[in-house]
C-alpha cells in the first residue's frame, strides 16, 4: 500500500509562490505518475497538473499553464508543484494521486491507485 503525504499548503498573499510536494517513505514513487488535484470549497475536484511515470512529460490545466511547474525526484520519492503568482482562485485542498505506470495524463479520478490526505492553500491578503 502506497501512502503518499501531501505538504507546503498555508496562506500566501495573491501574487505568491508556494510549492506543494507529495512523498511516499514506505515504497517508491519511481513507477507511479502522479496527479495534483484541487478542491474549492463548495466544489468538485478538478485536476491541475500531472506528471508522467516513463518519460516525465507533463500536463497543465489552464488555469495554471505558465505559472506553474510540476516535476519530480525518484531518489527522494517525491512529486512537486510549484505555483507562481497565486490567485485567490487557487485555494483549496491540493491532493496528490499516483498512478501506477500511468503514461497519459486522466482526470479520471478512479484511475489513481492512491491518494494522499491533502494540503490546504489559502489565498488572501
Known amino acids: 500500500q502506497l501512502k503518499l503525504v501531501e505538504s507546503g499548503g498555508g496562506l500566501v498573499r495573491p501574487g505568491g509562490s508556494l510549492t506543494l510536494s507529495c512523498t511516499t517513505t514506505?515504497?517508491?514513487?519511481?513507477?507511479?505518475?502522479v496527479g495534483w488535484f484541487r478542491q474549492a470549497p463548495g466544489k468538485g475536484r478538478e485536476g491541475v497538473s500531472w506528471i508522467s511515470s516513463t518519460d516525465d512529460s507533463t500536463w497543465y490545466a489552464d488555469s495554471v499553464k505558465g505559472r506553474s511547474t510540476v516535476s519530480r525526484d525518484n531518489a527522494k520519492n517525491a512529486a512537486y508543484l510549484k505555483i507562481d503568482a497565486l490567485k485567490p482562485e487557487d485555494a483549496g485542498t491540493y491532493y496528490c494521486?499516483?498512478?501506477?505506470?500511468?503514461?497519459?495524463?486522466?482526470?479520471?479520478?478512479?484511475?489513481?491507485?492512491?491518494w494522499g490526505q491533502g494540503t490546504q492553500v489559502s489565498v488572501s491578503a
Open positions: 494521486g499516483a498512478d501506477l505506470w500511468g503514461s497519459s495524463w486522466s482526470p479520471d479520478e478512479s484511475e489513481y491507485d492512491y
Open positions: 514506505q515504497y517508491t514513487l519511481e513507477y507511479y505518475a
